[in-house]
């Protein structure tokens, strides 16, 4: 898994009660140009997310939620690898994943955090790419 | 040693071509937890459609719901299918694997 970047509106968020991690509707989304950890706050911020093409359908997979819990006061977030997998067509170029809620109205689909993977990818027709989240760590802890 | 463990040190000694098992038991997983996963999204659905207009019990009745369904999934059949993934997966990230 690649390295994990925080969206830092994402903590002002959780503070104001925009989030709830353990019923909202989280998703992945693909995209090619990194976002912005500062300037970038919600989905609408994104300028590279890919189009509907090839299996991959615009605004992403959703990232089911595993576990949403806390223990001796340290929260922690798991949620379920995402698959992607190119049918009838390619997926890509993109190199960043991307998660956010998709759940919230106001602000709409707040951002959350972005993984890295070092290049650009793309998936030939019949390849699938796993977003490989950790079961142990899980995606984020609050403590 | 569970039997997906066995299958992926087995792979790892002896390459691809024990792929398949690993393919088939990871979409014999899916089948388990998706009439689960399935309510779940529904329920979140309904929830998103109109979580303008809900009321905060009517929100928490719902939010319960999804957690009560989300309790019922082995987390030992969620455990299996990521270390499934993993072992199938390519240094870039790829697999295959193939359909249902």
């Known amino acids: 898994m690649a390295t994990y970047n925080k969206i830092q509106a994402f903590v002002e968020h959780l503070a104001e009660k925009v989030h709830n991690l353990g019923a909202d509707t989280l998703k992945i989304l693909l995209s090619n140009a990194a976002p912005s950890a500062s300037g970038d706050a919600v989905k609408g ?25 806390q223990a001796s006061g340290t929260y922690k977030l798991v949620v379920n690898d995402v698959v992607f997998t190119a049918s009838a067509g390619t997926i ?4 960043y994943a991307v998660l956010y809620n998709d759940t919230p109205t106001s602000p709409a689909d707040p951002l959350i955090a972005w993984w890295d993977y070092g290049s650009s ?6 390849e699938s790419f796993t977003v490989d989240f950790d079961g142990t760590t899980g995606v984020l802890t609050i403590a | ?9 087995a792979l790892k000694a002896h390459g691809d071509t024990l792929k398949v098992p690993l393919r088939k038991r990871y979409w014999e997983i899916e089948a388990l937890r998706k009439p689960k996963l399935d ?11 109109n979580i303008d207009n809900l009321t905060p019990v009517q ?5 319960a719901e999804i957690k009560h369904i989300r309790a019922q999934i082995d987390p030992d059949i969620e455990d299996e299918r990521r270390e ?17």
């Open chain 2, 1 to 9: 040693m569970t039997d997906t463990s066995a299958q992926i040190a």
């Open chain 1, 45 to 69: 911020d994104l300028t590279s997310e890919l189009s509907t093409a090839g299996g991959y359908t615009s605004g992403g997979s959703q990232a089911t939620i595993s576990t949403s819990a």
């Open chain 1, 92 to 95: 890509g170029p993109f190199r």
């Open chain 2, 84 to 100: 499934i993934l993993r072992a199938l997966l390519d240094d870039d990230g790829k697999t295959r694997l193939g359909s249902p």
């Open chain 2, 59 to 63: 929100d928490r009745a719902i939010i």
């Open chain 2, 39 to 49: 309510k779940i999204a529904a329920l979140q659905a309904e929830r998103d459609a």
């Open chain 1, 121 to 126: 990818i793309t998936l030939a027709d019949g």
